[in-house]
């Protein structure tokens, strides 16, 4: 017996408390519309719970009466994994939860409530003299919540580690209200399974995590950062490893971008001047970070070795905190800049790091082939081996017709690519509602098994954001 | 209906050859004792499966006559968990799983089967340039399944992390005996649940690790190393601070020693000369790594600093690999030469890194009250909040009466403070049938039935590690 609409505004107002209740469609677009508007359905109601205590209360009254319930952070997931799906679900928003718990730099811990706005986490560690690396293109409106459900990556991946990684425990609320009290400063604790790991990533299809321990460290003292012509995808992979070799843990970047991205932002007028030495092929943005007492200068020495193996040919290493500032909009820019060429077919996949110039050239060529014309724009974290692999569409082309047309091939053969060279068709963004078919069709069965039972043994109403990741449960 | 011995010994010789198990119980002792001999019990069978089929072919039997199967590795687990229980258990050995399948060390990742030693693990990465970072004292005999299915951590979890956070994928074969192909070399992936992350740690109650792809890492230049003089464990918390700021992911080690150890070590003639450079209440040794093309000298200019804000008053640095590899045995040795001063007491416990004093201070108070005249041994990885706190029974105690009188108690107040100071009762060793009691008295019982569940859903036997990690299930 399934509540209508009014019964469920109803039922929630008495619950959380009336003016935490939105059940007029008209005001539910900041919920239902995430950044591409890809996704197109209304919700029975959206509750923002003001506590803990009150998020328990909704979930047990949901899992009596079998409502589903999605919950949501800053709604700028990119899988539609935080909107509805039948448009039956109630959204639960996360971000009246958005006190900063505590912050301890000695224990190097901050706990955070899942309504923290991503930016807002790193100025209170900054506050404290520390830092949360983790960074995003979202980190304006991204909450910590969302951030964890979907194991955030970003652009320090290679030095700290993804949201998973960074992230010492977490409290949530199970399916049935009741409350998990993970959270915890501890850098090692063996006892029992890692629920917190299964927590991160599983998207609120397992609980929904109501507050973080978060890993904070020192402020580095300076950063060393510079854009390097690079001549190939190889080339890159080659200076890569050099990078690793004399750097280790301090290298925080290395992200490769296509000279069309520069081309287009220049044209465009999205960079004030040109931030690289000259014109090349390909570049890098490498990133060192320099810790307190240690002399300046590694990256420009590496480079100089690098130039001396032949690796390269010409870089420009950041003078001034514009220059830095400059080099990093010009990465940043990236996603936003192809929208200024029309349509654009993106891919968000990763391989073994030493597979990334074999993905770049298989899946060019396999894309041109489909596409004459088709314009390549792979970019992002060469380090993690995680590829932003997007497809402008040719000059001239009509938008709606160019993905009406390619938008599934060019898919299916970079997809193809990706999976002969052991990698992931969701490096960063998740599974949601977006890829739900294709994780059925390219994860290991057993996999998708144990994912199953898991959710079934966790959510056996199947009410936490039904039919997300997982189409058929329970 | 029970499977007599024989039966099982008939049954497991045609699934996996007559060579590969041993029914006869006066030649299990290398598979029934573990280093600690606690645990006296039998097991109805030893099988060591050649292959990953066999493995699987022995679950698909074991999982139809709901046979217990402890998975073993190198058995050298402190906490009982690869050993029997009930006595009726086969024990699965996956020493003959031994081989490096592959190693790449442009994609910094390394695919070892369970039952490579960990020891060779290091081997296969130096020939090739690279590190595997996990360094345990047991690595000559601990074999990867256990090191992983234990969630090791070792002297190098500072900057490294744990044997989960080193690891990017798994193969594991299931109660039912299929196998969860995980293995993978990447960096980025958010295709589903962590289920990589959940059988790590499991201590083979969810599934049995058959292979891991395992990160490896440029080998730096050189180390450098100290023993440097502490006043006291808040003295010690300070310059590690001073540390994190100026090593950051460079500060490989921050390993914490009382007198006491230098002094037992010194009498029973187990170093060769005294390696610290003044008598000192704390020393800690402290390790950074240096990379390819930096210079040398981090450490001693950071020791300057301490010394200059008035934190250390003295301190020697290795001036050969034979100062080191001094400084290293003196720490290696702490557990070891306990044992030549009688019974001790022990306790792997973790706080918060903040709270290690307090931790120090309260715990020897409340066994010094309860035992007048007993030694204090906390020593360990001050840096993750990990004390060893072991305690050797007073000078001229009769050893059986000491532990008869005193162990339970001892553990009682120390688990106390550190369940206080938001500690966990297991940092490095598990749950194991050790534990097993203690944990359902101290976890969250929330997380207990996460954990039940899932167990439930992935063995709905119970056929994997009987009783071991959570007793009742299912």
């Given at each position: 017996?399934?509540?209508t609409?009014?019964?469920?505004?109803?039922?929630?107002?008495t619950i959380?408390?009336?003016?935490?209740?939105?059940?007029?469609?008209?005001?539910?677009?900041?919920?239902?519309?995430?950044?591409?508007?890809?996704?197109?359905?209304?919700?029975?109601?959206?509750?923002?719970?003001?506590?803990?205590?009150?998020?328990?209360?909704?979930?047990?009254?949901?899992?009596?009466?079998?409502?589903?319930?999605?919950?949501?952070?800053?709604?700028?997931?990119?899988?539609?994994?935080?909107?509805?799906?039948?448009?039956?679900?109630?959204?639960?928003?996360?971000?009246?939860?958005?006190?900063?718990?505590?912050?301890?730099?000695?224990?190097?811990?901050?706990?955070?409530?899942?309504?923290?706005?991503?930016?807002?986490?790193?100025?209170?560690?900054?506050?404290?003299?520390?830092?949360?690396?983790?960074?995003?293109?979202?980190?304006?409106s991204?909450?910590?919540?969302?951030?964890?459900?979907?194991?955030?990556g970003?652009?320090?991946?290679?030095?700290?580690?993804?949201?998973?990684?960074?992230?010492?425990?977490?409290?949530?609320?199970?399916?049935?209200?009741?409350?998990?009290?993970?959270?915890?400063?501890l850098?090692?604790?063996?006892?029992?399974?890692?629920?917190?790991?299964?927590?991160?990533?599983?998207?609120?299809?397992?609980?929904?995590?109501?507050?973080?321990?978060?890993?904070?460290?020192?402020?580095?003292?300076?950063?060393?950062?510079?854009?390097?012509?690079?001549?190939?995808?190889e080339?890159?992979?080659?200076?890569?490893?050099?990078?690793?070799?004399?750097?280790?843990?301090?290298?925080?970047?290395?992200?490769?971008?296509?000279?069309?991205?520069?081309?287009?932002?220049?044209?465009?007028?999205?960079?004030?001047?040109?931030p690289?030495?000259?014109?090349?092929?390909?570049?890098?943005?490498?990133?060192?970070?320099?810790?307190?007492?240690t002399?300046?200068?590694?990256?420009?020495?590496?480079?100089?070795?690098?130039?001396?193996?032949?690796?390269?040919?010409?870089?420009?290493?950041?003078?001034?905190?514009?220059?830095?500032?400059?080099?990093?909009?010009?990465?940043?820019?990236?996603?936003?800049?192809?929208?200024?060429?029309?349509?654009?077919?993106?891919?968000?996949?990763?391989?073994?790091?030493?597979?990334?110039?074999?993905?770049?050239?298989?899946?060019?060529?396999?894309?041109?082939?489909l596409?004459?014309?088709?314009?390549?724009?792979?970019f992002?974290?060469?380090?993690?081996?995680?590829?932003?692999?997007?497809?402008?569409?040719?000059?001239?082309?009509?938008?709606?017709?160019?993905?009406?047309?390619?938008?599934?091939?060019?898919?299916?053969?970079?997809?193809?690519?990706?999976?002969?060279?052991?990698?992931?068709v969701?490096?960063?963004?998740?599974?949601?509602?977006?890829?739900?078919?294709?994780?059925?069709?390219?994860?290991?069965?057993?996999?998708?098994?144990?994912m199953?039972?898991?959710?079934?043994?966790?959510?056996?109403?199947?009410?936490?954001?039904?039919?997300?990741m997982?189409?058929?449960?329970?």
């Amino acid at each position: 017996m399934t509540l209508t609409a009014a019964q469920t505004v109803a039922a929630l107002a008495t619950i959380a408390g009336s003016d935490n209740v939105v059940g007029d469609p008209a005001k539910m677009g900041a919920w239902l519309y995430e950044p591409r508007k890809r996704f197109h359905q209304s919700a029975a109601a959206v509750v923002t719970p003001p506590t803990v205590e009150a998020v328990q209360a909704v979930l047990r009254w949901a899992n009596e009466n079998g409502t589903g319930i999605i919950a949501q952070g800053g709604n700028t997931g990119l899988v539609g994994a935080q909107v509805p799906l039948s448009g039956n679900e109630v959204i639960l928003s996360l971000a009246r939860l958005d006190r900063i718990r505590s912050i301890d730099t000695a224990a190097g811990v901050m706990t955070a409530e899942a309504g923290v706005i991503l930016e807002n986490a790193h100025k209170a560690a900054e506050a404290e003299g520390s830092m949360f690396p983790l960074w995003l293109a979202s980190q304006g409106s991204a909450r910590i919540g969302g951030v964890l459900s979907s194991n955030a990556g970003g652009v320090n991946v290679l030095a700290y580690g993804n949201a998973r990684e960074l992230t010492m425990g977490v409290e949530a609320v199970l399916a049935d209200g009741r409350l998990y009290r993970g959270l915890n400063a501890l850098k090692k604790d063996n006892t029992g399974y890692d629920l917190k790991d299964l927590l991160v990533g599983a998207e609120g299809t397992l609980g929904i995590i109501t507050a973080a321990s978060l890993k904070i460290y020192p402020l580095p003292e300076d950063y060393e950062t510079a854009l390097v012509n690079i001549a190939s995808p190889e080339a890159a992979l080659e200076l890569f490893q050099l990078m690793r070799q004399r750097a280790g843990a301090r290298l925080n970047a290395f992200e490769l971008i296509p000279w069309i991205g520069l081309d287009i932002q220049m044209r465009h007028g999205m960079l004030d001047r040109d931030p690289t030495a000259s014109a090349s092929p390909w570049y890098a943005l490498i990133e060192l970070s320099r810790m307190a007492g240690t002399a300046p200068g590694a990256l420009q020495s590496s480079l100089e070795a690098a130039f001396d193996a032949a690796l390269i040919s010409d870089a420009t290493i950041a003078e001034s905190l514009a220059d830095r500032t400059r080099m990093w909009a010009f990465r940043e820019q990236m996603s936003e800049c192809q929208s200024r060429e029309g349509a654009s077919i993106k891919h968000d996949v990763s391989v073994p790091i030493a597979a990334v110039p074999a993905l770049i050239g298989q899946g060019v060529t396999a894309a041109e082939t489909l596409v004459p014309g088709i314009r390549p724009v792979p970019f992002g974290h060469m380090g993690d081996g995680n590829i932003h692999f997007n497809f402008s569409m040719p000059v001239g082309a009509d938008p709606k017709a160019f993905m009406a047309e390619f938008d599934e091939a060019v898919h299916a053969v970079i997809y193809d690519v990706v999976l002969k060279l052991g990698g992931s068709v969701s490096a960063e963004h998740g599974i949601g509602q977006l890829k739900v078919d294709l994780l059925r069709q390219v994860k290991d069965p057993v996999a998708l098994d144990m994912m199953r039972a898991i959710k079934t043994a966790l959510d056996p109403k199947g009410i936490l954001n039904p039919g997300k990741m997982l189409r058929s449960v329970p």
